[in-house]
Structures are given as C-alpha cells and as structure tokens.
C-alpha cells in the first residue's frame, strides 16, 4: 500500500510533526510537508492530492481538527487519523461523528504509527470509489452515492486536485484530474475549451471570441481549443 498512498499531516507542535513526517518516510511513504494550522491544513489538503491524512485534534487557536476532519469526509471523502493526546468524552463523541478510520494516541510509538496505518490502508483499499459505467458517473459524497447521467452534465470544471462536476441543478465534487476524467468518460460529446474546462457538446447553443454557452452558463473559450470546439459542433449539426 505505501506506492498508493500520499499521506498528509496537520499538527500544530512542530517536534511531533516532524517525528512523523521523518518516521513515515523511513518507513517507505510519500509524505506531504507537514501543515501547523487550520488554515495551512485546509491549504494542503486543497492543493495536494492526499489519500490519507494524520490530523491533530487540538490545532491550538482558531478551528480544530474536527473541522478539517469534517471538511475531509463530507467534501473530499478522503480517510484520515485523529491524533489525540487527552480528550475529554464530549471531545471524541464529536470527533467520532467525522468518521476517521483510526486514532493515534501521544505519546505514539513507531509500530502504533504502523498499525494505526494498517487500519486505514485496509480501509482505504475497501471503500468505494467514483466508477463509470454506460452512460453514468457515480460520485460518492460522504456516505451517499450520486448516479449522475452523462447526458446531464453541461460542462466540468478543473479545481486543484479535483473536478467540478455541473448539471442543471446540481454540482458534484470528483477527486479526478480533468484529464482523466476526459478518459474515463470515453465520449466524443465531451471536449475541452480551456485547460481547466471540459462541455458537454450536446447543450452548447452558442459561441463567443472568449466563451462558450453551455446552459445558462458561460463557459471559458481559449484559443487553443477554439478550433476543436467549432470543429466538433459543426460535425454535430
């Protein structure tokens, strides 16, 4: 499991971060540069593409890691580990509610590091993930699955390490680059007009020098894409 997994660590004391970035790479891991605070932690789980992160429940002033916790599960479902050190009851009652796959507790050793790692490798490997099949994305959100119809999307959106995913109604988050969600879709009706952006062919309704109409939406048109698009939509007519 170590080549799957891109570990991240928010921990406010800066000993105990650097012991686990140093502990997990001797141990064989790809380990991002450790975040001190809410808002660095938000900022690296934004911008890196993490499968696992060790989170400190306590990240002194500001929010906590119950926050991040829950931003993980509910918008990004990416597993992580609570460090705790001593909590009171009310504080892990709360903190069970984000779900985390394991808890490591201060003072930690090297091997309840591993078996803590253990534990979310296992869940990590059994949890389900986005799949396509004919004519359908399915998402996961949480603990609920959208089957999105291919036909509904209007266009998708790149945002770091994940996609946006657009219908008339509603978006969805996908942990996807946007190129491999071009793969995976496998349709002719999807095509980019802009290196962050991908439509749907099928609800185009018309072009601008700098944007495409998809919907009710507008849609970024690059000059690089611009004869690709036109190309394809004159094929579709």
Known sequence: MKAKFKIGIVE??????QNLFELLSELGYDVAEPACNYEDGLELIKSTTLDLVILDIRLGKGPDGIA????LKEELNI???????NADGDTVY???KTSPVAYLTKPFSKNDLI?????????????PVP??????VHIKNGDSVHKISIDDI??????????????DQNSYVHRSSLQQFLTDLNSADFVRTHRSYLVNLQHVTGFAKQHVKVG???????????????YYHSKKD
């Not at 597993?79 to 050190?85: E, G, K, M, R």
């Open 12 to 17: 406010d004391e800066v000993i105990i971060a």
């Open 68 to 71: 991040l916790g829950k931003y």
């Open 79 to 85: 597993p992580f580990i609570y460090l705790t050190a």
């Open 94 to 96: 709360i903190a069970n």
């Open 115 to 127: 078996a803590a790692i253990e534990i979310a490798s296992y869940k990590f490997v059994s949890r």
């Open 131 to 136: 799949v396509m099949e004919a004519g359908f």
């Open 154 to 167: 209007l266009y998708v959106e790149s945002d770091h390490v994940h996609v946006k995913i657009y219908t």
């Open 216 to 230: 009710n939406y507008f849609v970024p048109l690059s000059r690089s894409y611009n004869s690709i698009i036109q």
